[in-house]
């Protein structure tokens, strides 16, 4: 029986390969790093009540919509944008950072028991959607779905803002990220790179797909890209950046939850010419 050299020889490349790629990857992950601490514990003001039921089991909850200057100041948004997004059928492009509480059971006013959330946005994008119906609606809107994704709940979209009460219970103290903006080092192309470069096709997976989410998994298709040593990716908190060169993709997306980017692995296939990232989905 007689073996192919040339075989071995490519199996091992790919091998050499894709390890090289994984450590570049861990040293870029790890550059992105400073000796700063991640989080640091603020206590927020209190902002306003929100009154909501879960659904199916119709049990009362209240929002506690708090504000501090510690949490990072969301993009600059007019009226007439925030309308073109609310109409839009991918909203998510917008984030509002914000940090999100654990349950904690409270007393309502007929003294029966409630589950009270504390959600905490920026102190002056708190007072732009006091100033104006459509804005206060839209806090209350991603308050929710935040709760939603976190939790694992379903909310009443028919809530009820509490006029005499502005939090219910009393103010906790948060543990939230000192980092106002995803950790992530910026690319310097060549110029005019980007503008020829395609958005790849990609897909992004939950696992498990009930339930808590552990891990995301994000497959970006990458034809006519023979190596992975043509791929720079950058990875921060909740945001992945990809560049395919010579100037064949470009993929700059956020990511729908925190993740642990320092246990993130990328894999290349070049027979399906794929690339797989998956990280590990940390709490808010």
């Known amino acids: 029986m007689t073996t192919d050299s040339s075989l071995l020889n490519s ?4 091998q050499q390969e894709e390890e090289l790629y994984q450590q570049l990857l861990l040293q870029t992950m790890g550059k992105m790093q400073t000796d700063t601490p991640d989080s640091k514990v603020i206590r927020p003001q209190p902002g306003m009540c929100v009154k909501t039921l879960s659904e199916p089991s119709k049990q009362k909850v209240f929002i506690n919509i708090c504000l501090s200057n510690s949490v990072p100041l969301p993009p600059e948004i007019s009226r007439e944008d925030l309308v073109q997004l609310l109409q839009s059928e991918d909203p998510s492009g917008y984030r509002v950072p914000m940090s999100i509480g654990e349950p ?8 029966q028991g409630c589950t009270a959330y504390d959600v905490v946005v920026n102190q002056e994008f708190f007072h732009k959607c006091q100033e104006d119906p459509l804005f206060r609606q839209f806090v209350i809107l991603v308050s929710l779905e935040g709760l939603e994704n976190k939790h694992n709940l379903e909310l ?10 502005k939090f219910l219970g009393s103010v906790s103290e948060q543990n ?22 395609k958005r790849p096709e990609f897909v992004l997976l939950v696992e498990p797909p009930a339930g808590d ?21 950058d990875l921060g908190e909740d ?7 010579p100037s064949l993709f470009h993929l700059d997306v956020f990511l729908p939850f925190m ?17 797989e990232v998956t990280v590990p989905v940390v709490s808010s």
């Open 213 to 233: 989410p552990e891990y995301l998994i994000a497959e970006i298709k990458l034809p006519g890209v023979s190596s992975s040593r043509s791929v720079l990716l």
């Open 156 to 165: 009443s979209r028919d809530w009820k803002v509490l006029k005499n009460r």
């Open 239 to 245: 945001r992945l950046v990809l560049t395919a060169r």
């Open 176 to 197: 939230i990220r000192t980092k106002s903006r995803p950790v992530i080092q910026e690319l310097q192309p060549q110029e005019n790179s980007t503008a020829t470069a």
């Open 104 to 111: 904690h059971t409270e007393i309502d006013n007929n003294s």
């Open 11 to 14: 199996e091992l490349e790919l």
């Open 259 to 275: 993740v642990d980017q320092e246990n993130s692995v990328a894999q290349y296939n070049r027979s399906t010419q794929i690339l």
